[in-house]
């Protein structure tokens, strides 16, 4: 079974930027959009969450997923500037569900 690896730097940034480890976790494991990156031989995940662009910097070590940084940026609505989540709702509610039914699941 593959398994999440979280670097070092990884929790150094996610710190240091404030950001939500379980936003990047479901960023890793239910990406909207993955990009290979054109620096470094890992991929984007990225994910809009409550507002926010969640980007995973990934890569492959076997079967398992090396998450070596993530960050984060608000979407704004050009024409009014407020935050915006562009899923749709049963979008949201499937993530919400499954997100739920992984935690039980992976409990010990």
Request: no cysteine.
């Amino acid at each position: 079974m593959s398994k999440v690896i979280w670097t070092t730097h990884l929790r150094e940034r996610i710190k240091q930027r404030g950001l939500n480890p379980d936003w990047v976790d479901t960023t890793v494991r239910f990406p909207d959009e993955v990009q290979a990156s054109s620096t470094t031989n890992s991929n984007k995940h990225i994910k809009v969450i409550n507002g926010y662009k969640i980007v995973a910097a990934v890569k492959r070590q076997g079967s398992d997923w090396v998450i070596t940084s993530a960050w984060w940026n608000p979407i704004y609505n050009k024409t009014s500037d407020k935050l915006k989540d562009n899923r749709f709702f049963l979008e949201k509610w499937i993530d919400s569900a499954l997100r739920s039914l992984e935690k039980l699941l992976t409990k010990k």
